[in-house]
């Protein structure tokens, strides 16, 4: 297996984990009314799905995989701004800049296939 694939498997799990999280408790609904976007929230956790679901088929199709962790990265990139707006302390913004570092990485590599 390679780094690539280790890594999109990875986030797609932790994706699939924050979308159950959100259907399955109230911890995550809460977290959306906190950042004032709780009328968003269920798109958000859609885009999260669809970004998890892309990233295991894009091991087979490329083109999946650079759409769906490109906007993975960008949906990491307003979840760290809205911390910061909210003023969040770096504790709780490290996973959202994690994962957007981590879906840049196997955008970068995902486009050096072409």
Known sequence: MTGLQICSLFSSL???G?????FAGTKMKEE????KLRKIGVYIIIL???GAIGLIVGLQFNAILIISSLGLTLLMLAGIAVRIKIKDSLQATFPAFFFMVLNAIIFIESISFY
């Open 32 to 35: 959306f009314i906190r950042f």
């Open 18 to 22: 924050y979308v159950i999280a959100y």
């Open 48 to 50: 999260e799905l669809l």
């Open 14 to 16: 932790s994706f699939f």
